[in-house]
């Protein structure tokens, strides 16, 4: 079935830096594609969904980047500042129903 | 917003004891799911169900049934509870599509099994 690898499992950067986590998948299939975001004893939350194609989504202080042909996934937090402390998991849709996640990273941004 | 309710929140069995998990989703998404979330492992599919009276085996179902009465309502049984077991359960549910593909999830169950 699917895997999703992602990488790494824990990032420390100091305010300011950016920060890179990364995910490959092994289905050239899979269609949709998500980053989540779980704040400390909360639950997940949407930061941003691509569709299959290589494309570049830019939200409020990140990037994400989908590369089809290398099936590699990738979220930049571009300054990235202590509120942004949390684990981020992403996601891959690859039929009408499933949705199999990463096994997450947990950032720490240091002031 | 998508509004996923779990209950309970917080959840203490003893081990050989039957344990049921509820969700309710008031947003009609035909689709609901099932996770555990464990450090190391992300978060795993269980069951998933994709309207009144399916469920469908995830990838970890074994130890757990599901029940889908209705389109609202999802629930996740332990017949014989495990300490294995013992982990952080969110439901999330979403809708069928190209277009509508987020998940929306539950704020989670903390189950220990003892």
């Known amino acids: 079935g699917e895997q999703v690898e992602q990488r790494p499992p824990h990032l420390s950067v100091r305010e300011g830096d950016s920060a890179v986590i990364t995910c490959t998948y092994t289905?050239?299939?899979?269609?949709?594609f998500f980053w989540y975001k779980q704040e400390p004893g909360a639950s997940l939350q949407l930061l941003m969904k691509?569709?299959?194609?290589?494309e570049i989504n830019e939200g409020q202080g990140f990037t994400v980047l989908l590369n089809k042909k290398d099936k590699r996934l990738s979220l930049n937090l571009t300054a990235a500042h202590p509120g942004d402390s949390a684990a981020y998991f992403c996601a891959v849709r690859r039929d009408a129903y499933k949705v199999i996640f990463g096994k997450g990273t947990h950032l720490h941004v240091l002031p | 917003e998508a509004a996923v309710t779990q209950s309970p929140r917080n959840k203490v069995a003893v081990t050989g004891g039957k344990v049921t998990l509820s969700c309710n989703q008031t947003?009609?998404?035909?689709?609901m799911y099932w996770y555990r979330q464990d450090t190391g492992h992300g978060l795993r599919l269980i069951h998933y169900s994709y309207g009144a009276g399916s469920t469908e085996k995830g990838d970890i179902p074994d130890g757990y049934k599901a029940s889908r009465p209705s389109q609202e309502n999802f629930s996740l049984i332990l017949e014989l509870a495990t300490p294995s077991q013992t982990s952080v359960y969110f439901c999330a549910s979403g809708a069928t599509g190209w277009s509508q593909n987020t998940l929306y999830f539950g704020a989670g169950t903390r189950l220990s099994v003892l």
């Open positions: 691509v569709f299959s194609s290589t």
């Open positions: 947003n009609n998404h035909n689709n």
């Open positions: 289905d050239p299939n899979s269609y949709y």
